[in-house]
């Protein structure tokens, strides 16, 4: 028997009907049967003549942007499944890789008990879905989350306030937060709110953040006339007192004095760019190691703790999306250090 549950979660109707599409691919696939049971924790039972405990991960939405997230989240002494809508054959070979159990509601699968069972099920085409069309995976939604993760979990804020602050309308912000209560990731509390699901809140923040706002954003490749020294272009940019910020592996430097950056990112805003060229030497070329985006909203940097560095939660993601085991290690630090109400 194969026993999986979800922790520390509450399954909601969307999961719990994901669960049993899983369940009948999982069958019509593998010829195994699955019982759920729902008590504190959820479970499937799956008699294979005999007992394998493994902890589930729901993940609805399995996208290569927050797989880094994924994989980080797995690394523990007893088994962990993915249970999600669909895993494709690179992201199930990753999972594979790294010893990580999924399921999906196409029938792919991968299960491996030493001596005991091995189920390895992939290339079945993702299933028709309802393709949710959250305001939240925009621009502006990234601009409300990332306002959230520097300032809560506790917001003491009114619509007004966190409207000015993200560059956001008032009705936009409005909408937004609508939204997240409606999601389940935060509360309201009379006349402030809380951020009640702030590993969620995260996850959704970084496949925004990566997928969307970052490339849309991206500039260049430059080099600057520091070269290789990226400390000391860090000190340029800081001494200008421009609302300009230093991200990628340079700002996860920064931050938590144990990465060795190999190239940095340079958020700016357009009218700077000039007097940023002629400064800090900036030369357009492919084997330059700064890569430029334009600012989406310059109060930001006045949410970061160091002074000429993009905010902790920009720095976490940059770091995880280079899938680079030293950046995902500096990423755990940041995130133990500054955002561990998230984890």
Known sequence: MFMIHEHHEIV??????????VKESFEAYTGLKVEPV???????KIKNGGTVRALCCIKPQ????????????CGRDEPVIVITQFVSRPIAEKLRKNKIWFADAAGNVYIEVPGKLFVFVVGNPPPKIYEDKNTLKTE????????????????????????????????????LVRAL?????????GKT????????????????????LKPKRFEGVYLSKFRSNLTELYERVRKMNLPAGIGDELGGEILSL???ARYAGLWIRLEDKELLQRELGLMRTEKGNIRVYKHFNPNVIWWSPRKGVMPVPMIIADLLETGD???????????????????
Request: hydrophobic share 35%.
């Open 140 to 175: 502006s939604g990234a601009k409300l989350m990332l306002y959230l993760l520097t300032h809560g979990p506790e917001i003491e804020a009114t619509y007004r306030k966190i409207a000015e602050k993200t560059g956001l309308s008032l009705g936009r912000t409005s909408h």
């Open 181 to 189: 209560l409606n999601n389940g990731i935060m509360r309201k509390n």
């Open 193 to 212: 709110y809380s951020v009640i699901d702030g590993k969620r809140l995260f996850e959704l923040w970084m496949e925004v953040y990566v997928e969307k």
């Open 38 to 44: 729902f008590n504190e924790k959820t479970y499937l």
């Open 12 to 21: 909601n109707k969307k999961n719990l009907e994901l669960i049993h599409k």
């Open 258 to 260: 144990y990465l060795k």
């Open 325 to 343: 085991v030293r950046c995902r290690e500096t990423a755990r630090i940041l995130q133990e250090k500054y955002l561990k109400w998230t984890m």
């Open 62 to 73: 399995l996208r290569p942007s927050t797989l880094p997230l994924v994989i980080e989240g």
